[in-house]
Structures are given as structure tokens and as C-alpha cells.
């Protein structure tokens, strides 16, 4: 176990190591256990793991066995190989992890963190041998680990900036990107929008690779996620009910629920409406818009971007009307934090900034800074025990959000005061 720890962690959690030849070869090593498992691949820049969750929530309720890999962990990282949303075993894990060790002395370069738990996560299924997997793509699309696979479907959900350093500074450079995970001949469903929208279309047509639009080819009507309704090209469905809250999970479930469509249309899997009802009410994703105490509200959600602050910002609108919120913010540096602040500011009475338990967190007080020129009400607390202790003692209306890191320390705190 020590030995699988020390060798994750030298590898570092958030080097980012482009390119698809070392997890191409380890995946050789280990007999391509990614060719053995049918298989949906989810990118794009929010959303990525609720539709991911939904998916598989749908298909275990529909009696199939079936496999989740998501990514950023929040407390535990067993958390990112689930199978029928049970997490693999810490034992099972590390012992993947050495066995993939061992292969990755054949490489000319170390594999980087996320390479190996992609390769743990094939290579459980495979041992497994669930009925199918869903994967949920790293960062981009085109070189990421989980791209060495020929999925039955591909999705990809919005597209806005986020990851610029890796993905390129404009629209058009990061739909295509995402777009490396669409393959020839297999369907395609998305939530893009305008340029994004364009470029996918045209990878699309290139690839001779079918393709579902929300709003044009799937639609979903509703004012919240607790009675909303889907139409789409086989499926028309009312009164349904999504477990996960917040205005933006409309988009997200629509999603999910056209990938199972487009399963059903192409590949003739049974997914029925008892079942698929089943498996959208009892679908589990945490925070995200996670509402941890209702009066007053207590929301934890993990929101990092721009296109995810606008999103959170009018889901509190709507679930909380005319309320302002108390903010604890702490972000990683290579964030779009001017125009995070722009959306957050419309709802946030104060803000508090504090420090991201990540090497990559900018500070709590140059956040602080940027926050001034938005929010009158800013405070700094560097200790995010501190911080969080203190917000809760308010009877203000408060969230906590900025980045999945922070939300992970959040949760781990209020799991170590329930225990004691």
C-alpha cells in the first residue's frame, strides 16, 4: 500500500502530460483491457460528470453492470472507479497501481497520475467484466487518456474557456480539442453551442459520425429538475424527476437521457422508461450545487470557470429568490478570476477568500484583490477550518465554491465534526 502511495504521488496530481504514446503503451503491456469493455465517452468543459453519473446510474438501474471513471476526486481517490456506485477497493486499487508500475519501467518517461488511475480504472472493468463503462475525459479531449478508446457514443457537453494554457486561448482551438474524442461512425451527441457548435458539427461530417443537437434534435422543457419534461427522437417523456438540483442540470440530464436514446437506437440496448425514471431520481453526484442545509442555505459547489459561475448563478437565483449570498471562495491560479467574480458578484452580499489545500491555488489574498473590484465586502481567512467554521455560526445564506479542491477540503471537515 505504501509503495503505491509514494509512487502516485511522485507522479504528481496535477502535471498535465500531453500526448496519448505512454498510455497507449502501458494499455499494450496489459493486453488493451479498453478494447474488452463497450464503452461512452463524455467530454466538454462542465458537466462532464453528471451526465457521466447519470448514464451509469440509468444503465445499473436498468440491470446492467456497469462501470463509472470520473475525475477530480473529493475526499477519497477510490472515488473515481465505481462500479454499479460502489467504489473499488483501496486494495484493488493499489495493486493495480503497482501492476501498472511495473509496465510503466518499459517507458522512456514516467506515466503521469492520471494516466495510471485511467489505465487501473480499464483494467478493473476488464477484471470485472462489467457490461459497459462510462468514461469521463480529463481535460480536453484529443490527447486524453481515456481517448484510446473506439466508444458506442461520444457526448460532449458545452463548450466555453477553461484550461486555456493546454487548450488554446480561443472558442473554435478548444471545441477542437474536444472534438479529438468523436471517432469514425460513432454517434455523437451535444450541448455545444454557435462556433463550438460549428466546429463539432464539421468534425462530425468528416468522420461520417451521426450527430444528436440539443435544442434541435433532443429538447427538454422545464423550470427545475423536479418536474421537467425530454423529447427526442424516439423518447418523449414528462414529469420527470432528476435528483441532482439547480437549473443547469437540466442541460446535463437532456444530455444523458439522448446518449441512452442514442444507445437504444444504435445498439439496441433495452433501456426502459420504469428504469430509466429509476435511475435519474437516484442518480449521485457531489458537490455540485449540494445543499447541505436548507434554512438558511448551505450550498457547496464546485464551479471554476466562468460558464460554470453563470450557471450556479442562476440556479441560486431560481432556488432562492431575491437572496444574497455569503461567498468562500478559493480558486487555483490558472483560472479565469475576473470574470468568475462578475457572475459570482450578482449574488453575493460578501465575499471570503481563502487558500485551496493545491499547489496550484492562487492565494487568498491576491484573490482577494481581484474580488475588490467587484464585491464592497470582501474578508480574508488563509485557514480554511477557520473560515468554514465561522460561516456556518451565520445566519446569512451561504456558498461555498471556486473550485472541486475546496469542496473536497470542505467535505472532509464536516465528515471529521460528524464523526467526533
Not at 93 to 119: D, G, M, N, Q, W
Not at 310 to 333: C, T, Y
Request: include cysteine; proline fraction near 3%.
Amino acid at each position: 500500500m505504501n509503495d503505491a502511495i509514494i509512487y502516485l504521488n511522485s507522479l504528481g496530481l496535477h502535471k498535465v502530460k500531453p500526448g496519448l504514446e505512454r498510455i497507449t503503451k502501458i494499455l499494450g503491456f496489459l493486453e488493451n483491457p479498453q478494447d474488452k469493455v463497450p464503452c461512452l465517452i463524455i467530454a466538454g468543459t462542465n458537466g462532464k460528470g453528471s451526465v457521466a453519473s447519470t448514464v451509469a446510474s440509468v444503465l445499473g438501474a436498468q440491470g446492467y453492470k456497469t462501470g463509472l471513471y470520473t475525475s477530480p476526486h473529493l475526499t477519497r481517490i477510490s472515488e473515481r472507479i465505481k462500479i454499479n456506485g460502489e467504489e473499488i477497493s483501496i486494495d484493488d486499487l493499489y495493486r493495480l497501481i503497482l501492476e501498472i508500475k511495473k509496465t510503466s519501467s518499459h517507458l522512456s518517461e514516467e506515466p503521469s497520475y492520471f494516466e495510471v488511475l485511467t489505465a487501473a480504472a480499464f483494467l478493473y472493468f476488464s477484471e470485472r467484466k462489467v457490461d459497459f463503462s462510462v468514461l469521463e475525459v480529463g481535460m480536453g479531449g484529443r490527447w486524453d487518456a481515456t481517448n484510446v478508446v473506439l466508444p458506442t457514443i461520444s457526448v460532449i457537453t458545452n463548450i466555453s474557456k477553461d484550461h486555456t494554457e493546454f487548450l488554446g486561448e480561443s472558442i473554435k482551438q478548444i471545441a477542437l480539442e474536444k472534438a479529438g474524442v468523436v471517432k469514425k461512425g460513432v454517434p455523437v451527441i451535444t450541448a455545444a453551442k454557435e462556433q463550438a457548435l460549428e466546429e463539432i458539427v464539421n468534425i462530425a461530417l468528416q468522420k461520417s459520425a451521426p450527430i444528436s443537437i440539443m435544442g434541435k434534435d433532443f429538447i427538454v422543457k422545464g423550470g427545475s429538475t423536479e418536474d421537467f419534461s425530454y423529447s427526442g427522437k424516439i423518447w418523449s417523456l414528462d414529469h420527470l424527476y432528476f435528483s441532482l438540483s439547480g437549473l443547469y442540470q437540466l442541460e446535463n440530464v437532456s444530455l444523458a437521457i439522448a446518449a441512452l436514446e442514442s444507445i437504444s437506437q444504435f445498439h439496441g440496448i433495452k433501456i426502459d422508461e420504469k428504469h430509466l425514471r429509476k435511475g435519474i431520481s437516484s442518480t449521485k453526484w457531489e458537490g455540485r450545487l449540494e445543499v447541505i442545509r436548507k434554512n438558511p442555505p448551505l450550498v457547496l459547489d464546485g464551479a471554476h470557470n466562468p460558464g460554470a459561475a453563470s450557471a450556479l448563478r442562476k440556479s441560486l437565483q431560481a432556488m432562492f429568490p431575491e437572496m444574497q449570498f455569503v461567498f468562500l471562495l478559493g480558486m487555483l491560479s490558472d483560472k479565469d478570476h475576473e470574470n468568475y467574480l462578475k457572475e459570482i458578484a450578482q449574488v453575493a452580499k460578501s465575499i471570503i477568500t481563502t487558500n485551496v489545500p493545491s499547489e496550484r491555488g492562487i492565494t487568498a489574498e491576491r484573490l482577494a484583490a481581484i474580488a475588490k473590484r467587484h464585491v464592497e465586502k470582501i474578508q480574508v481567512k488563509s485557514n480554511l477550518k477557520e473560515a468554514f467554521e465561522d460561516l456556518k455560526n451565520l445566519i446569512s445564506p451561504v456558498c461555498v465554491s471556486g473550485s472541486l479542491y475546496l469542496i473536497g477540503a470542505i467535505k472532509k471537515i464536516i465528515k471529521d465534526v460528524n464523526s467526533t
